[in-house]
């Protein structure tokens, strides 16, 4: 299922509560608790999507393991959380590595390879020494004058 299809809100408020083995007033409380948010019609009817339905079947998980609704509503907010942060990280992530990347680009076309810059070397060096202290003589040394 796509995502546009999973937040699509379709279900009535009655078929939504059976989906989610709820009654609907508990949809109703959940709703003012702030726990759940569907959309709405422009009559005012409540319609809930997929995404609504499994968040209902995880409020109703919490709660069958003692949390209350205050609790639940906690956990839910620290996981959302959670959820921003580890895309938050990614994209850091993936930013860092594509800074690496260009960045070793940009050295690859800077850097001489080692093989030519020996052969340069040793070429200005077989010139005699005009200029400069190439070649075998260094400036520490060899002839003197």
């Known amino acids: 299922m796509s995502d ?18 709820m009654h609907p007033q508990t949809l109703r409380v959940y709703e003012r608790k702030g726990l759940v948010r ?13 995404v609504d339905l499994a968040r209902l079947r995880h409020i109703q998980d919490l709660t069958a393991e003692g949390v209350n609704l205050e609790g639940v509503r906690r956990v839910m907010d620290l996981e959302a959380e959670v959820a921003r942060l580890r895309a938050e990280l990614e994209a850091t992530r993936t930013e ?32 005699g020494g005009s200029g400069g202290s190439g070649g075998s003589y260094g400036s520490r040394g060899g002839r003197q004058r």
């Open 96 to 127: 860092a590595r594509e800074a690496v990347a260009r960045t070793h680009q940009q050295y690859r076309r800077e850097l001489v390879p080692v093989s030519q810059a020996l052969v340069q070397t040793r070429q200005r060096g077989a010139g």
């Open 38 to 50: 569907p959309s709405r019609t422009t009559g005012g009817s409540r319609r809930f999507s997929e």
């Open 4 to 21: 546009d299809a999973r937040t699509r809100a379709v279900y009535v408020i009655s078929v939504a509560a059976e989906l989610a083995g």
